[in-house]
């Protein structure tokens, strides 16, 4: 189930005087079932690359291959391929339409050629999937809140049963308790049905947590394609770019400047809070209540500038604990 | 007393049934009390559904209270004949920058906020360039507004407030649809208002990162205020935010995780620099 | 396809055409199409073919926008001169059973492919170097004499004005909407007339859903920025007409006075 684009380049309304290069000279390779991070500023082209992964847009030059097949070629079936590769487009307010839920989350799998019955089977297995709650299956996709409307849109693909699930944003615009139940949600997806997932986001705090690979796009080109730990430690570079790492790089960085020998590669805060502690720790620092021991029962007021050398003594090793 | 003041303030939606009978209310806003100071950034936080929304719109005289008063500026919204009044003192930036954007030249759509109050040609003009200027879109004045990103679109959108000379603007999840950079676009030209002319600014938002350097912070859930205090102080209690269904800052979270851990550094940490400081004294 | 047409896409530049009072564009607009039905002979034509090619030359926008607008209107322009050519009697030049062609059919055809393509490109010069707020402010200036019978200009300007800005936005979310269904295996392409029209609802549904969204948000936005209606409203860029609009009269005079006199001797 893999994709593979050779040298793709995509050119908007080319030999005009509104030409843009979108893509330019792409080469990547998607195996079976990682999870993907796709990110980049507006504009940086990655939009119109997971546009290219399901044929819907065909490239102005360069080949697209699903599994081993040409995409573009004469006779192939593209509807097949959009039911295999499914994406999830931002909005979930352009795709849905029908009068309950159910219905709409139908929809794909009887495009597929099942029969109402059958395509419901498939339609509950997705919806249950995405945690969409059971005795809601018949109210208007319309009066949803808006985490729940997204929840509909991936079941709506999801019913498809495809092989590649590609989602465009899927926490645009959910507050933060939202965001964390989709993206737990999507986690959740990609270790049961063990399918491939591609997750388009602004946003790297989000990205840290889940995926296992990251693709940075800017300016139409792949600008990093690594490990998150990889991509973050090019946190300079991503800011020339505009992006942003997560927060914890920076915070990491600046306490490793600051001579707390902390690993700067952690990218979530429970990576951080271990590699802090550990730190604290072989820095024997004032700071851990749990160190204090007989000799330092101190209040907290009570600091001495040999403690606070301590703690921050540049060159000791989380090894020499 | 201050710029926005709201006393026991409710509002309720109304469903109707086919007949045109109320068929069932929904409290949106339950009993809140405010008191907005002229020259103040206040920011309202609060999950999708909170009711935050909702509270903004009466800012505005866009929706008029249930039960209670609200006064901007020391005009009862519910008692003011003249609604436009209370609206050019109160501007209001909306989430969607597509849809509040009249004019098909970004000029033209600065100049239709003080077009509607009135104001004579050269003076619109005048206030025009001049609010152009304060967000830092003189240079695509003459553009399409359909061109633009989207920290574009906005700044233009707060442009159009600002042309109407408010005293306060408020601004209704004025990032929700933006990337990360349009963010910090609209969110620096928002600071600059409040900073460089003293406008009173109220933000409805559910970014964390966005109300860090508010004066004033109000939290929102069901209808109710149910936390307000400086950001700092809001910030320390981490999980009476997460039960909100908000979050804090990652800094402020891993802050708060060391200290769980036995780490002893202060609450309510906001920034990169106060944790380090904290860490590496 | 859908975003070929040209009409309220205006294209910015320096030109005299651009600075002209939006009424002067207007009224010479339809000068110019009233002079393209009095005209009906090839010098005619040619005088209006001159006076086409001079103000495309003067707008400074290029030829190629022009052009773009006839695309959409290519299958009316070709059904007129296919029905013009084998329903008009005359002299037969061809016949092929009960089709034949004459030799008035012809030339009336060709005069209707000239008279629709002028029309067209006419209006598009003026909605090409117009924005849609110009077009509007100068259709409610002429127009409001017509308050007096309580035609309600204003109003009706207003939503002129807003629908322009909103074409392109639609459009656009037409395209992202159409792309989502395409993704869940929507088929919009094959199928008899009925299905086809049926495969139009997940098209058609979220496109309404999300127009009356904007246009309820549009509204509180408007309402916010204390619109309300026609009454005590100042312009920022009220219409005075400039040297320039006296002397486009003058032209535009001569010129009808030319498709006039034409008509009249027969020429």
Not at chain 1, 10 to 21: D, L, M, Q, V
Not at chain 3, 83 to 111: C, D, H, Q, Y
């Amino acid at each position: 189930m893999s994709i593979e684009l050779k040298n793709v380049t995509y050119t908007y309304s080319p030999g005009t005087a509104y030409e843009i290069h979108a893509l330019k000279d792409i080469s990547m390779y998607i195996p079976d079932g990682q999870f993907i991070g796709v990110i980049g500023h507006t504009g940086s082209g990655k939009s119109t690359l997971i546009q290219h992964f399901n044929a819907l847009i065909q490239p102005t030059s360069g080949t697209i291959l699903y599994n081993g097949e040409d995409v573009w070629a004469e006779k192939y079936d593209r509807r097949k391929l959009r039911s295999e590769v499914g994406l999830v487009f931002q909005y979930p307010e352009h795709q849905l339409f029908e009068n309950d839920v159910l219905s709409d989350v139908c929809f794909g799998p009887m495009n597929q050629g099942l029969t109402r019955e059958e395509a419901e089977v498939e339609a509950k297995k997705a919806l249950q999937q995405v945690g969409f709650k059971e005795k809601n299956y018949s109210k208007s996709p319309f009066e949803l809140s808006g985490g729940q409307k997204k929840r509909v849109a991936i079941a709506g693909v999801l019913a498809m049963n495809p092989k590649i699930l590609i989602l465009d944003e899927p926490t645009a615009g959910l507050d933060p308790k939202g965001r964390d139940d989709i993206l737990d949600q999507i986690a959740e997806l990609h270790k049961v049905r063990g399918i491939t997932i591609i997750l388009v986001s602004h946003s790297m705090e989000d990205i840290a947590k889940y995926v296992e690979r990251l693709i940075v796009m800017n300016n139409g080109g792949v600008a990093f394609d690594s490990t998150p730990k990889e991509v973050f430690s090019h946190y300079k570079e991503l800011e020339a770019m505009g992006l942003a790492a997560p927060q914890i790089t920076y915070i990491m960085h600046s306490l490793k400047e600051n001579g707390l020998d902390v690993d700067t590669d952690a990218t979530t805060v429970a990576e951080a809070k271990e590699s802090i502690l550990d730190a604290l720790k072989s820095g024997h620092s004032y700071l851990l209540r749990e160190v204090q021991t007989a000799e330092s029962t101190g209040s907290v007021g009570k600091r001495t500038d040999r403690e606070e050398n301590e703690t921050c003594k540049p060159g000791e090793r989380r090894s020499d604990r | 007393m201050g710029i926005i003041k709201a006393f026991k303030l409710g509002f309720d939606y109304l469903k109707y049934d086919d007949d045109g009978n109320v068929q069932e209310t929904q409290r949106a806003v339950n009993d809140v009390n405010l008191d907005i100071e002229a020259g103040e950034f206040v920011a309202i936080l609060g999950h999708n559904g909170s009711g935050k929304s909702t509270l903004a719109k009466h800012m505005n005289a866009l929706l008029l209270p249930s039960e209670g008063t609200l006064w901007v500026d020391d005009m009862d919204t519910s008692k003011e004949p003249e609604l436009w009044k209370i609206r050019q003192k109160a501007g209001m930036v909306f989430q969607n920058p597509d849809n509040q954007i009249i004019g098909t030249v970004v000029e033209e759509d600065v100049g239709f906020g003080p077009e509607n109050m009135g104001i004579p040609t050269d003076d619109i003009w005048k206030r025009v360039d001049d609010s152009l200027e304060k967000v830092g879109m003189t240079a695509y004045r003459h553009h399409s507004p359909n061109k633009l990103s989207g920290g574009q679109k906005q700044r233009v959108a707060i442009a159009g407030v600002v042309a109407m000379h408010p005293r306060c603007i408020v601004l209704d999840e004025p990032t929700a649809m933006l990337d990360p950079n349009g963010r910090k676009e609209v969110l620096k030209a928002v600071r600059e208002l409040n900073q460089a002319e003293n406008v009173t600014v109220i933000l409805i938002t559910h970014y964390m990162e966005e109300v860090i350097h508010a004066d004033k912070v109000y939290v929102m859930d069901g209808g109710d205020v149910v936390m307000q205090g400086t950001p700092r102080e809001i910030f320390s209690q981490v999980d009476t935010l997460k039960k909100y269904r908000l979050d804090v800052p990652q800094v402020t979270l891993l802050a708060h995780e060391l200290r769980l851990s036995g780490v002893d550094i202060p609450e309510g940490i906001l920034t990169t620099e106060e944790l380090v400081s904290a860490l590496c004294r | 396809m859908i975003r070929d047409i040209t009409l309220g896409q205006y294209y910015p530049a320096d030109s005299v055409l651009h600075k002209l009072d939006p009424r002067t564009k207007f009224l010479g607009t339809m000068a110019f199409i009233i002079s393209v039905f009095v005209f009906h002979t090839m010098p005619g034509y040619a005088v209006a073919t001159l006076f086409l090619a001079g103000m495309i030359i003067l707008s400074k926008v290029p030829v190629k926008f022009m052009f773009k607008g006839l695309k959409a209107i290519f299958l009316i322009l070709m059904i007129t001169v296919v029905f013009n050519i084998i329903l008009t009697p005359g002299e037969i030049l061809w016949k092929w059973g009960f089709l034949k062609v004459t030799k008035e059919g012809l030339s009336m055809a060709g005069r209707m492919a000239i008279r629709l393509t002028y029309l067209v490109i006419g209006s598009s010069i003026m909605t090409l170097t117009t924005t849609p707020n110009q077009l509007t402010d100068g259709l409610e200036r002429l127009l409001r004499p017509l308050n007096h019978i309580r035609v309600p200009v204003h109003e009706i300007a207003m939503i002129m004005s807003i629908a322009l800005r909103f074409i392109p936005i639609l459009l656009e979310e037409t395209d992202k909407i159409m792309k989502a269904q395409i993704a869940r295996g929507a088929d919009f392409e094959s199928g008899n007339l009925i299905q086809k029209a049926k495969s139009m609802v997940p098209l058609l549904v979220p496109l309404f859903i999300s127009a009356f969204r904007r246009a309820n948000d549009l509204a509180m936005a408007m309402e916010a920025r204390c619109y309300h209606g026609g009454d005590d409203r100042t312009q920022m860029k009220p219409l005075k007409y400039a040297g320039r609009d006296y002397v486009s009269f003058l032209i535009l005079v001569v010129y009808v006075g030319i498709a006039i006199a034409f008509r009249v001797l027969g020429i």
